[in-house]
């Protein structure tokens, strides 16, 4: 089966402008996952959907990242305007398991952000 | 709120065995993981225990889990060099809702 496709896989920006990030789920997967990974440190999540509704999006910083996921399948994070510190790899995951139960999520590649 | 801890570095020679620890804080973790990650790459699930289990064996690898003192172990048998990479452990639970929470990552240095 296909994995989890993220693009783009690199990309820099100058602070204050904005950056979209895009990713294609394992098809059937209801879960998508983005999770923000700084140099040196864990993933953190940043936000969940479960089809098309926000399940988690408690760590997300609302001020300047937005993300959707209209139709349920494909997803998009954007940020608006970038700090520096913003400066991560973005990675994109998704799942299918029943309620309660996580048995490991499929990753994508991520998209490196550098922001300058 | 859960947390995951582990050790920042590990070298070992080749065709030694490697081991890298974890603990964690979260009493509701239902499962815990161990998850690789290369330069460049995405995360890779290697394996995952249900928390009523002691140890999980998967060809070269071997997780055992110290339930009661929130401590996780990942063993490589016959380490190679293509085993270099980062290692995350991670754990889900109720408490967080079946999320899954990553330590900082192991970064194993193997050498030849």
């Known amino acids: 089966e296909a994995g989890v496709a993220q693009s783009p896989r690199y990309k820099i920006i100058e602070k204050r402008q904005s950056v979209a990030f895009w990713c294609n789920p394992i098809s059937g997967h209801a879960t998508l996952y983005w999770y923000q990974q700084i140099l040196g440190q864990g993933p953190k999540l940043l936000i969940q959907?479960?089809?098309?509704?926000?399940?988690?999006d408690s760590q997300l910083p609302k001020d300047r990242f937005s993300a959707e996921r209209l139709k349920g399948v494909d997803s998009t994070l954007k940020i608006q305007p970038a700090k520096l510190e913003d400066s991560a790899v973005y990675l994109c995951?998704?799942?299918?398991?029943?309620?309660?139960?996580?048995?490991?999520?499929?990753f994508g590649s991520g998209t490196r952000l550098t922001v300058v | 709120g859960e947390d995951v801890e582990q050790s920042l570095f590990l070298s070992v020679r080749e065709g030694d065995s490697s081991v890298i620890n974890c603990t964690y804080t979260?009493?509701?973790?239902?499962?815990l993981y161990w998850y690789k990650q290369e330069p460049g790459a995405g995360l890779q699930l290697l394996t995952y225990?249900?928390?009523?289990?002691d140890m999980k064996q998967d060809q070269r690898l071997t997780v055992l889990l110290n339930k009661k003192d929130k401590h996780l172990s990942l063993r490589i048998a016959d380490t190679q060099t293509g085993d270099s990479a980062i290692y995350f452990c991670?754990?889900?639970?109720?408490?967080?809702?079946?999320?899954?929470?990553f330590g900082a990552g192991t970064r194993l240095f193997v050498k030849a």
């Open positions: 979260d009493s509701s973790s239902t499962y």
């Open positions: 959907f479960q089809n098309n509704g926000v399940v988690d």
């Open positions: 995951a998704s799942s299918s398991f029943p309620q309660g139960a996580n048995y490991g999520y499929t």
């Open positions: 225990i249900f928390s009523n289990m």
């Open positions: 991670a754990e889900s639970g109720s408490t967080g809702g079946f999320k899954t929470i």
